[in-house]
T-cell receptor, first 115, second 114 residues
Framework: DAGVTQSPTHLIKTRGQQVTLRCSPKSGHDTVSWYQQALGQGPQFIFQYYEEEERQRGNFPDRFSGHQFPNYSSELNVNALLLGDSALYLC??????????????FGAGTRLSVL | AQSVSQHNHHVILSEAASLELGCNYSYGGTVNLFWYVQYPGQHLQLLLKYFSGDPLVKGIKGFEAEFIKSKFSFNLRKPSVQWSDTAEYFCAVFTTSGTYKYIFGTGTRLKVLA
């Protein structure tokens, strides 16, 4: 049973560029959430996708966008990269987006460095 | 604004010492509570969870946590730590009314000396 997989593992970009990160959820899961974890901080919620739509969003600018595909996999896109976007980006999957017993399973993350 | 506070950023203990990591949250609605652990070089893993019922919950590897609703707290405990418990520990709250999302604390780095 495959867990949550993310690609690539590491990425180096320069300011102003655009980046796409990918995530495949755990088998059987239909909801994907994305988080940004800056050095020394806890994960910060970016947004959540369910049924190919963005359902919830955290306090992140529109430069951060996403997509979910029919097979439940997801992409995170960041445009006009800033130095402050350097972080570990985590993907988490779950069975349902809401409900009283939501448990998320996390991938290993993509380490993005913006130079 | 909703937030989760972890009071200890770095903790160093000797093996066999007892552990207690504090976690407080600010949210007036119904919540689910979690502790996640991140071992060096590994991804976030669920340690234990509280949804309802008995406020004392037991997780993997001998960890337990107590939910005290009046104090908005969910402290993590372990009677006797091992070197292999060296990791970063995150408290998280999942809000179940209105917006559904996880809010994480800033984490506590635990180092256990052999």
């Amino acid at each position: 049973d495959a867990g949550v997989t993310q690609s690539p593992t590491h990425l180096i970009k320069t300011r102003g560029q655009q980046v796409t990160l990918r995530c495949s959820p755990k088998s059987g899961h239909d909801t994907v959430s994305w988080y940004q974890q800056a050095l020394g901080q806890g994960p910060q919620f970016i947004f959540q996708y369910y049924e190919e739509e963005e359902r919830q969003r955290g306090n992140f600018p529109d430069r951060f966008s996403g997509h979910q595909f029919p097979n439940y996999s997801s992409e995170l896109n960041v445009n006009a990269l800033l130095l402050g976007d350097s972080a570990l980006y985590l993907c988490a999957s779950s069975l349902v987006p809401s409900g009283s017993k939501n448990i998320q399973y996390f991938g290993a993350g993509t380490r993005l460095s913006v130079l | 604004a909703q937030s989760v506070s972890q009071h200890n950023h770095h903790v160093i203990l000797s093996e066999a010492a007892s552990l207690e990591l504090g976690c407080n949250y600010s949210y007036g609605g119904t919540v689910n509570l979690f502790w996640y652990v991140q071992y060096p070089g590994q991804h976030l893993q669920l340690l234990l969870k509280y949804f309802s019922g008995d406020p004392l919950v037991k997780g993997i590897k001998g960890f337990e946590a107590e939910f005290i609703k009046s104090k908005f707290s969910f402290n993590l405990r372990k009677p006797s730590v091992q070197w292999s418990d060296t990791a970063e520990y995150f408290c998280a709250v999942f809000t179940t009314s209105g917006t559904y999302k996880y809010i994480f604390g800033t984490g506590t780095r635990l180092k256990v000396l052999a």
